[in-house]
C-alpha cells in the first residue's frame, strides 16, 4: 500500500495530465468482434439482469461537419449534401426502430444528438427523428430529464430561427463548442469559421430563445496559451453566464490531425493545473457547483444528465454510423471505427436492410464492470453496489487504491461509500487511471503505440521531422 501511496503522490507531484476519462473501457481497447458470436437483441436481453430498476440513456450519432477541428479524433465527415442527411436520416430512424424491443423495455432517461455537427440537419430532420422516437416510446418527453443537442457556433448564427423550432420541439440542452475567446487560439484550433464574435452571437441567441441549459467549453493547453489568455476566456465566459461550463486539458490523441502533423505533441505540463485552479475559483465565485472534474454547472439549471447516469451505470443504445453502446454484457459498434463517406453510404445500407451487428467492441466481464463503476464514478459511490458484480475477487486491489487516494487527501470515506475531495476533482482522472485492469492497459498501449507507429511512418516518407511518443500510456511511463 505505501508503494501506491508513494505512487500517486508522485503522479501529482509531476502534474501528470492523463485523457479525459469518460468511457471504460476506453475505444482504444476494441477489437474486432466475430458477427455471429453477439446478437444485438441477446446483449440488451441480458443486460436487463444486471438492473433492478431498467433505465436506459439513448445516443445518437450523426457525422457530418462544416469543417475538422485540429484537436477532433470523433467520428466525422466533412458534407453539406442534404442528399446524404436525407438518406442518413432515414437510416437512423430505422435503426431506431428496429431497436423498439429495446427502448421499450426501459424508462427512457435522456436523448442526446451527438456528432459531429447535428444542428446542421434541418428541421425537417429532427421532425423525423423526434417522431420515430415518438412511434416507438409514446411518453418519451414525460420520462426523459434532457434532450440534448451538440452545435457549433456557426451552425446556431446561420440559422436562429431553426434553433427555435428545435427549442419548441423539446429541446432542454445545446452543447456549443467555444474552446476559447481569444481570437488567435480559436484560429489555431482550427475553428476559423467561428470567431469570438460568432461565439458571443451565438450565446445571446440561444439565451434569448430561453434554452434552459447552454453548455459550452474551454480547453487548457492549446499551442501559444498563456496563463493571461486563458484567464480572459475564462473572465469572458463567467461573465456571458451559460448554464453549464466544462474545462478540458487539451489531449491530442494520435488519430487527429494535429498529431498526424506533428502540429501538436500531448501536453504534459504541470503549470496546466494552475490553470485548472483559476478556472474554478473564477467559476465556483459566479455561483457555479462543479458536477464532475471537468464541469460546472449553474444549480438547479445546467448539467449533463446523460454523462452523470452513464457514469452511475445507466446503459446507453448508440444509433448511428459512429455510435458507442454501452451494457454490462458488451461495449459495442455496429459500424467503422474509421469515418469516410464510403463507410456512411455503407451504414446507410446495412441500417436499410437491417444488416447492422456488433462489428467492434469489449466483452465485460465481472471486474471490468467493478472497475469500469471506479474508473467513472468515484465521485460519490457506494461500494455495495458493487459486491454483486463480484467486488470481493478484486477487493484487495481496490481498497489498496482507495487507501492511496485517501492518504493523498483526494477521497473521503464513510463506511462503504466513497466521495471525491475538492482535490480529488483535480486529480481525478491520475486516480481513475489507477483502476484500469492490465488488460485494459495493454490493449490500450497496442492500440496507441500503432497509430504512433504509422504516424511516424507518414511523417517520414513526407520528409518531416517524426513526433516524440508521448502519452499513450502516461502513468506507466512517468
Same mark, same amino acid.
Given at each position: 500500500m505505501n508503494s501506491l501511496r508513494?505512487?500517486?503522490?508522485?503522479? %501529482?507531484?509531476?502534474?501528470? %495530465? !492523463?485523457? =479525459?476519462?469518460?468511457?471504460? !473501457?476506453?475505444r482504444s481497447t476494441y477489437r474486432p468482434l466475430d458477427g455471429d458470436a453477439f446478437d444485438i437483441q441477446e446483449v440488451w436481453d441480458r443486460d436487463l439482469l444486471h438492473h433492478r430498476t431498467p433505465a436506459l440513456n439513448l445516443y445518437l450519432h450523426v457525422p457530418f461537419c462544416k469543417y475538422k477541428c485540429g484537436f477532433c479524433n470523433l467520428y466525422t465527415i466533412i458534407s453539406t449534401d442534404q442528399d446524404v442527411y436525407d438518406a442518413y436520416t432515414d437510416a437512423l430512424c430505422t435503426q431506431i426502430r428496429d431497436h423498439a424491443d429495446i427502448i421499450r423495455a426501459r424508462r427512457l432517461r435522456t436523448v442526446y444528438i451527438g456528432g459531429g455537427t447535428p444542428a446542421l440537419l434541418s428541421t425537417r430532420h429532427f421532425e423525423q427523428i423526434f417522431d420515430t422516437i415518438t412511434e416507438v416510446y409514446p411518453n418519451w418527453r414525460s420520462t426523459t430529464e434532457e434532450v440534448?443537442?451538440?452545435?457549433? !457556433?456557426?451552425?446556431?448564427?446561420?440559422?436562429?430561427?431553426?434553433? &427555435?423550432? *428545435?427549442?419548441?420541439? &423539446?429541446?432542454?440542452?445545446?452543447?456549443i463548442g467555444i474552446q476559447s475567446l481569444v481570437p488567435k487560439e480559436i484560429r489555431e484550433a482550427g475553428r476559423g469559421q467561428a470567431g469570438e464574435h460568432v461565439i458571443r452571437e451565438a450565446v445571446r441567441i440561444v439565451q434569448e430563445l430561453g434554452l434552459p441549459d447552454l453548455s459550452t467549453d474551454l480547453i487548457m493547453g492549446f499551442a501559444g496559451q498563456t496563463p493571461g489568455t486563458w484567464r480572459h476566456s475564462v473572465d469572458e465566459l463567467a461573465e456571458l453566464g451559460p448554464t453549464t461550463i466544462s474545462t478540458y486539458f487539451l489531449t491530442v490523441r494520435p488519430d487527429a490531425w494535429f498529431s498526424k502533423t506533428g502540429a501538436y505533441q500531448y501536453m504534459w505540463? !504541470?503549470?496546466?493545473?494552475?490553470?485548472?485552479?483559476?478556472?474554478?475559483?473564477?467559476?465556483?465565485?459566479?455561483? =457555479?457547483?462543479?458536477?464532475g472534474s471537468v464541469r460546472y454547472k449553474k444549480p438547479g439549471r445546467g448539467g449533463y444528465v446523460q454523462k452523470v447516469l452513464t457514469f452511475q451505470g445507466v446503459p446507453l443504445l448508440g444509433l448511428g454510423v459512429g455510435a458507442r453502446s454501452y451494457t454490462s454484457v458488451l461495449d459495442y459498434m455496429t459500424g467503422s471505427v474509421?469515418?469516410?463517406?464510403?463507410?456512411?453510404?455503407?451504414?446507410?445500407? /446495412?441500417?436499410?436492410?437491417?444488416?447492422?451487428?456488433?462489428?467492434?467492441?469489449?466483452? @465485460?466481464?465481472?471486474?471490468? *464492470?467493478?472497475?469500469?463503476?471506479?474508473?467513472?464514478?468515484?465521485?460519490?459511490?457506494? @461500494?455495495?453496489?458493487?459486491?454483486?458484480?463480484? @467486488?470481493? /475477487?478484486?477487493? &484487495?486491489?481496490?481498497?489498496?487504491?482507495?487507501?492511496a487516494a485517501e492518504h493523498n487527501g483526494l477521497v473521503h470515506r464513510f463506511g462503504d461509500r466513497v466521495q471525491l475531495t475538492p482535490k480529488g476533482f483535480k486529480y481525478r482522472d491520475v486516480l481513475s487511471w489507477m483502476f484500469y485492469s492490465d488488460n485494459v492497459k495493454g490493449l490500450d498501449r497496442?492500440?496507441?503505440? &500503432?497509430?504512433?507507429?504509422?504516424?511516424?511512418?507518414?511523417? /517520414?516518407?513526407?520528409?518531416?521531422?517524426?513526433?516524440?511518443?508521448?502519452? %499513450?500510456?502516461?502513468?506507466d511511463s512517468a
Open positions: 508513494t505512487q500517486l503522490a508522485e503522479y %501529482i507531484d509531476q502534474g501528470v %495530465i !492523463p485523457p =479525459y476519462q469518460y468511457s471504460y !473501457p476506453p440534448a443537442l451538440e452545435a457549433t !457556433p456557426d451552425s446556431i448564427v446561420a440559422d436562429p430561427e431553426g434553433f &427555435g423550432r *428545435l427549442l419548441r420541439m &423539446g429541446l432542454t440542452r445545446a452543447n505540463q !504541470p503549470e496546466l493545473y494552475e490553470r485548472y485552479d483559476y478556472a474554478r475559483k473564477v467559476f465556483t465565485d459566479h455561483g =457555479y457547483v462543479q458536477e474509421k469515418p469516410s463517406a464510403a463507410e456512411v453510404a455503407d451504414y446507410i445500407r /446495412k441500417a436499410k436492410n437491417h444488416e447492422l451487428r456488433p462489428t467492434t467492441g469489449f466483452e @465485460l466481464s465481472d471486474e471490468e *464492470l467493478v472497475r469500469k463503476r471506479l474508473v467513472l464514478d468515484t465521485f460519490d459511490l457506494s @461500494l455495495g453496489e458493487l459486491e454483486h458484480h463480484g @467486488l470481493d /475477487k478484486i477487493r &484487495g486491489d481496490v481498497e489498496a487504491v482507495l487507501d497496442e492500440y496507441y503505440e &500503432g497509430l504512433h507507429a504509422a504516424n511516424q511512418r507518414a511523417r /517520414k516518407n513526407m520528409g518531416a521531422a517524426p513526433v516524440r511518443i508521448t502519452g %499513450i500510456d502516461l502513468l
